[in-house]
């Protein structure tokens, strides 16, 4: 049985692409993506397109639409209007495009039809790979060059999928040079099994000492730095079949525990590559000996939620008698041997991965948890519920 959804992500460049896939086990993310794009590519006159609560689908169509050089306006729903589109609007403008946001910064995303300028370099500063895709959708549909500078490595499902449709793009060094002149070739996409769902499944199988297997789960090194991390803690995990369709690498996984969990610290250059694994990180950092260290992640407080901020608050509802330090760029957690099993009520700030967290949180502590609500969840893994009480409880 493997009810994972398909891989968030990638899924999403498809559509955005206009690449075919199949379109079996997807979120409502992907969905408000998908219905984006067809309500685009449907009209001729400017269109106001809804892309829900997903932040991946308005970057990434905000980049494709600015290129196109038409009217347009991108719209969210309440969790998506508080993020921050200056990170996109800025070098798109900076580039030729002219995009208005609600006081500088926020969704409505206002699109007027514009050129960009044949070449453009952008040094990208944020570790953000919905930037960097962004920058290039835009290459993509106006038919110019970018070179992009980037720092730190992040997700690069953009770049494997516009290779695998035989773009002309390359990397050297830190530079990802792309000249979206050459026409690409419309394949079908094989989307693998989406390894940030996956993640709540492997920490299942630590925390309740079950050995279930994933199969086809994808692998790209830039999403799987959790695995890495959860050996270091002294899990023990296994990937088999490893194979690459797609462009994508994708493998079975397996995971348990070996022996008790160890505190681990993280920062630097590995953060983008677990960067939405870290509040199941800070979760499994309860139940483990000693600290556990997470810097370098302001990035976290732009998320569905700030999660730092709901993350630790949450926490410390769950388990009062917890050692935590709340810093700008991430926490400490120092774990209690204490034990109260009150109930606890999540307040969820509507974001899914805070959700998921603290079902797991639960399942490790057999401690109730309530949630304020949970319908987040189906923007990334509507089978969540279902699948954690036919296999963990
Ligand atoms: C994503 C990139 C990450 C990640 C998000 C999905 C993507 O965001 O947190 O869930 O599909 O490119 P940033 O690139 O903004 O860090």
């Given at each position: 049985m493997n009810l994972l959804p398909k891989d968030k992500s990638i899924a999403q460049r498809c559509a955005v692409l206009g690449l075919d896939f199949?379109?079996?086990?997807?979120?409502e993310d992907v969905k408000s993506t998908i219905g984006a794009v067809k309500k685009f590519k449907s009209f001729n006159a400017s269109a106001t397109l809804d892309l829900g609560n997903s932040g991946t689908g308005i970057r990434l169509l905000s980049g494709y639409i600015a290129g196109s050089g038409k009217d347009c306006m991108l719209v969210g729903d309440e969790s998506l209007s508080k993020r921050p589109m200056n990170r996109i609007a800025k070098p798109l403008n900076d580039w030729g495009a002219k995009i208005s946001l609600f006081d500088d910064q926020f969704p409505p995303i206002k699109i007027k039809a514009a050129e960009l300028k044949p070449e453009y370099f952008y040094d990208?500063?944020?570790?953000?790979a919905q930037i960097k895709s962004c920058l290039l959708l835009a290459a993509l549909a106006s038919k110019t060059k970018i070179t992009i500078s980037e720092n730190t490595p992040s997700r690069d499902h953009t770049e494997r999928m516009l290779e695998e449709c035989e773009a002309d793009i390359k990397r050297e060094g830190k530079h990802i040079i792309f000249d979206g002149r050459k026409e690409i070739i419309h394949k079908f996409i094989d989307v693998p099994k989406d390894f940030s769902s996956a993640a709540y499944l492997i920490a299942a199988n630590i925390i309740t000492n079950k050995t279930i297997q994933l199969d086809n789960?994808?692998?790209n090194p830039t999403r799987t730095a959790f695995l890495d991390v959860l050996s270091e803690m002294g899990a023990s995990i296994v990937l088999e079949n490893t194979e690459i369709k797609s462009n994508e690498p994708r493998a079975t996984i397996r995971s348990s525990a070996t022996h008790e969990l160890n505190g681990v610290t993280i920062e630097g250059r590995k953060i983008p590559n677990l960067i939405d694994e870290i509040p199941l990180i800070a979760i499994l950092a309860m139940f483990a000996k000693g600290k556990t260290v997470v810097r370098d992640?302001?990035?976290?407080?732009?998320?569905?939620?700030?999660r730092i901020s709901l993350l630790l608050s949450n926490m410390k509802k769950f388990d009062p008698n917890i050692g935590i330090i709340e810093y700008d760029d991430g926490f400490e957690i120092m774990p209690s041997t204490k034990k109260d099993t009150n109930t606890v009520n999540i307040?969820?700030?509507?974001d899914h991965r805070i959700i998921m967290s603290f079902v797991i949180a639960s399942l490790g502590s057999g401690k109730k948890v309530t949630f304020?609500?949970?319908?987040?969840?189906?923007?990334?893994?509507?089978?969540f519920f279902e699948v954690i009480s036919k296999w963990y409880q």
């Open positions: 199949d379109q079996n086990d997807i979120g990208l500063k944020i570790p953000s789960v994808g692998v992640a302001k990035e976290l407080r732009y998320k569905e939620s700030d307040m969820t700030g509507g304020d609500e949970t319908s987040s969840v189906e923007t990334s893994f509507p089978n």
